[in-house]
């Protein structure tokens, strides 16, 4: 699990995860310890959050370490990739950090997937995704910017985070 009490998140990549403008509502792909979800009410205050986690245990964790209930937050315990495809649910932010340890989850950036994310966006909505600033990033950029424009790209230490929102013929 890479989170951290929202009161030490300063130092890491989590605040640059959050998006500019408060959005209607945000769906996060890789809850973890839930804290994107206390930066987000932190910042904007209460909105509807969906958390998507595959591990019963860190959801379990979460909910006493983290406190979680202290959050407008549904969580989900199921793949983001699958729970992506199959949810009829939109939403104005969607903040993807899918990692099994330190490596991307598999499928992560694939064009179904990445077409899928596209179409979970309300309009106007953007999308926050969280890689790694090492060799593969220039790779991995192209495939994110062939359906996402790119806003902005923010090097907080080890992490790239990618913030874009659908390209035209993706909407």
Do not use: C, K
């Amino acid at each position: 699990m890479q989170s951290v009490d929202p009161d030490d998140a300063a130092g890491g990549y989590w605040q640059a995860m959050l998006p500019e403008q408060r959005p209607a509502s945000a769906l996060l792909l890789g809850l973890g310890g839930g804290t994107v979800a206390h930066l987000l009410v932190r910042r904007f205050g209460p909105l509807p959050i969906t958390g998507v986690d595959t591990s019963d245990e860190i959801i379990a964790v979460a909910r006493v370490e983290f406190a979680l209930a202290q959050l407008p937050l549904t969580i989900v315990q199921a793949d983001a990739l699958q729970y992506v495809h199959h949810t009829a649910e939109r939403f104005g932010y969607i903040a993807v950090d899918l990692y099994r340890g330190n490596r991307l989850a598999r499928g992560v950036l694939a064009l179904p997937f990445l077409r899928a994310l596209a179409a979970r966006l309300l309009p106007g909505g953007a999308l926050a995704f969280n890689l790694f600033a090492d060799t593969y990033l220039q790779g991995r950029l192209p495939r994110l910017e062939r359906v996402f424009e790119r806003l902005r790209l923010e090097i907080v230490g080890a992490n790239a985070i990618f913030h874009g929102r659908p390209r035209r013929s993706q909407r």
